[in-house]
């Protein structure tokens, strides 16, 4: 059996795909963090995480237990919205890919008004020449000029 806290780091270290962005998230020190997924992973017997370039990217068995864990969360906050919890609307992090132009053009400017309207979304918007794969967990969503031809994901046209 493995500690509940050691699954909402291994949770933010899967989405900031680093110990210290997830660090600041979860205001505990990086090294915390360190020792918490040692623990999770040698609880599970599996690596979770490959280190490359400076990132933690999940291994096969990382990605399942990300399924799991993101299971247990939305549970967790169901949970807490039913009995009482704290109200206002969404909460969480979003991490969104888009082409540079795009994100600079017509997301930067709106973001200012997005996070009034959602202020417990922390949103994560990405920028760069290649996309980030939803399917692999890279994010969360993803603003693409062609449809996906592969992975479990759903699609959405916003335009021509």
């Not at 291994?59 to 009482?84: C, F, K, P, V, W």
């Not at 979003?94 to 082409?99: I, N, T």
Request: glycine share 12%.
């Amino acid at each position: 059996m493995f500690d509940w806290d050691d699954l909402r780091t291994f949770l933010a270290v899967a989405r900031a795909g680093k110990i210290a962005p997830a660090a600041r998230a979860l205001g505990i020190d990086a090294t915390t963090i360190g020792r918490r997924l040692a623990r999770l992973s040698q609880s599970l017997d599996s690596t979770l995480f490959e280190i490359a370039g400076g990132e933690r990217r999940l291994t096969e068995r990382g990605q399942d237990l990300l399924r799991h864990a993101e299971t247990i969360e939305s549970a967790a906050l169901a949970a807490m919205d039913n009995g009482g919890g704290s109200p206002g609307g969404p909460t969480g992090q979003v991490r969104l890919s888009v082409a540079e132009g795009f994100g600079t053009w017509v997301l930067a400017p709106a973001v200012a008004e997005f996070n009034m309207q959602y202020p417990g979304i922390q949103l994560d918007l990405v920028t760069a020449s290649g996309f980030l794969n939803p399917s692999k967990r890279e994010a969360d969503m993803a603003v693409m000029l062609a449809r996906p031809q592969r992975g479990r994901l759903v699609v959405k046209r916003l335009g021509n």
